[in-house]
């Protein structure tokens, strides 16, 4: 397989979008943390409780999400080092790790989005119970 500096590249435009799209997640669920942490303060809620939990797995998946997206973004640049240079198994290798990082970090994503519906299941099933 030979690799053009185009190859790589095809990948900077999808990781950027996926980067806007993590760190909006991200600082929606910052701003959420700080409003239930101040709730809990107050109120000592378990369903509160719960949702912190909820978000803190959210949170660990949304920096995995971004670490592995960024270390994909990195073997992209190396990649296409490479075939500049002519390295030509390394530029493959990179290129392949590459893709494979950025399938993990969208596996995160998904991961991430099934946990989010479980925050609304948590708030349904308080409302259930009143």
């Known amino acids: 397989m030979t690799l053009e500096i185009s190859t790589p ?3 900077f435009p999808a ?3 996926l980067f806007l799209a993590y760190t909006n997640r991200f600082l929606h669920l910052a701003a959420l943390v700080r409003n239930l942490h101040r709730d809990w303060v107050e ?3 378990e369903a509160l409780r ?3 939990d909820n978000l803190r797995r959210r949170l660990k998946l949304i ?3 971004q670490l592995l ?3 994909s973004l990195l073997l992209c640049v190396i990649s296409m080092v490479a075939v500049i240079f002519g390295f030509r198994p390394l530029d493959t290798i990179c290129f392949i790790a590459a893709l494979v990082l950025m399938g993990g ?4 994503l998904a991961l ?4 989010s519906g479980g925050a609304l299941q948590i708030l349904m099933k308080r409302v259930e119970e009143e």
């Open 69 to 71: 997206g960024a270390v």
């Open 105 to 108: 970090s969208l596996v995160c």
């Open 112 to 115: 991430e989005i099934w946990c």
């Open 15 to 17: 990781v950027s979008l």
């Open 9 to 11: 590249a095809l990948l």
């Open 43 to 45: 109120l000592r809620d």
């Open 63 to 65: 920096r995995w999400m």
């Open 50 to 52: 719960a949702q912190i």
